[in-house]
């Protein structure tokens, strides 16, 4: 069985996450190749496009927010995405059971609450007219005085598809995270939920080849093996080169490991780094846990295709903070990728690109 190195599986995942080269596709094309994008906050999303995607405007993806073409939900990994209308009506209900075992921690907090009740209350609440997560806390707390009150938003952030709605995410505008269902949103019913081996089939596209235990952790579900296991007959398998078994699909783009990889500047919580159970594809393992301090991720960058440091934008500059030495051709192409991007995110604005220190020592 074909042995694939971190360089080959570097090389691989980097074309199908658009990175290897900039794409043509548009903003909505790439967030469904992608399986939507990591949104913790509102400016990732828009970054993550602008280091894929040729012709890439942030106007762009504003008004697919605003159209209500794409959304911003939890579903992965129990963490905010912007997904298009169809995987949030789709992908949220196959990711309900890791949203039902995240509610059982917050038992304590939920003793003498009918969650049935919860869910109803809840849905008419945010239907009636969007909420703040503090609002329906308040709201829910009223009926339920003696629970905790962080345990029901979370319970009605478990049960239900519930999404920001816009101005939150658009991009140069400022709002709280209102919420309300996907439905109502929408004008749509939720679901069916997409088969298991339609996401696999997906995600291997996206972040290929890859294990059962990398879908896994880019999904936060467990028992998946049963599903690559019927789809077996049409996939390729490779082993990594710790014998880990290694699926994909057959017609997936494998570059040449030697292909170069021009730098990148990627924005916090990028699914480029997240997605995988085995980092060293992307993250040599000298840097592991490098680019967060207590809780908070900082935006990071790729030399030949690696993380290779961090990166801040201030009022004035752009800091970028290498974690080991670059060459002078290096620096000079990071400094070019930096500058890209700002004229795409923040065109005519002066900035200065420098090296410095992001994160002390």
């Known amino acids: 069985m074909t042995v694939l190195d971190a360089r080959s599986l570097n090389r691989a995942t980097l074309d199908r996450q658009l990175l290897l080269r900039r794409s043509p596709l548009t903003a909505r094309a790439a967030v469904e190749h992608l399986v939507g994008l990591q949104a913790q906050n509102v400016s990732p999303p828009y970054l993550a496009l602008a280091a894929r995607l040729d012709g890439f405007a ?9 159209d209500r073409d794409v959304v911003r939900i939890v579903t992965l990994r129990s963490t905010i995405h912007t997904h298009t209308a169809e995987d949030c009506l789709a992908l949220r209900p196959f990711v309900q059971p890791a949203r039902e075992r995240e509610l059982k921690l917050f038992r304590k907090g939920l003793a003498g609450v009918d969650l049935d ?24 707390g009223a009926e339920w005085p003696d629970a905790d009150p962080q345990s029901l938003g979370v319970a009605a952030r478990c049960l239900l598809p519930l999404v920001q709605v816009t ?17 109502h949103w929408l004008g749509r019913p939720a679901g069916p939920a997409y088969d298991a081996e339609t996401l696999v089939r997906r995600y291997l596209a996206a972040f290929g080849p890859a294990s059962v235990k990398d879908m896994q952790t880019w999904a936060g579900l467990t028992r998946l093996r049963p599903v690559f296991e019927r789809l077996r007959p049409e996939l390729l398998t490779f082993h990594d080169v710790h014998g880990t078994e290694l699926f994909d699909l057959p017609d997936a783009p494998r570059p040449d490991p030697a292909t170069p990889a021009p ?30 301090v207590g809780n908070v991720s900082h935006p990071v960058f790729l030399v ?17 903070q290498p974690f080991g030495r670059l060459t002078k051709g290096e620096r000079e192409a990071v400094t070019a990728e930096a500058v890209r991007m700002l004229a795409v995110t923040h065109p005519g604005e002066p900035y200065d690109v420098r090296f410095g220190t992001v994160i002390p020592a």
Do not use: C, I
């Open 117 to 140: 009740r919860l869910t109803a209350l809840a849905r008419d609440l945010v239907e009636e007219e969007p909420r703040t997560l503090k609002q329906l806390r308040e709201a829910l």
């Open 58 to 66: 942030p106007v762009g993806l504003a008004r697919l927010m605003t």
């Open 263 to 292: 730098p990148r500047l990627l924005p916090e919580f990028d699914n480029l780094l997240l997605s995988h159970a085995d980092r060293t594809r992307v993250v040599p393992p000298e840097y592991w846990g490098r680019t967060w």
């Open 167 to 183: 101005p939150r995410g658009v991009w140069g505008e400022s709002g709280q995270a209102a919420l309300t269902t996907s439905e």
């Open 304 to 320: 030949d295709g690696f993380l290779a440091g961090v990166w801040k934008r201030t009022e004035t500059a752009l800091t970028v």
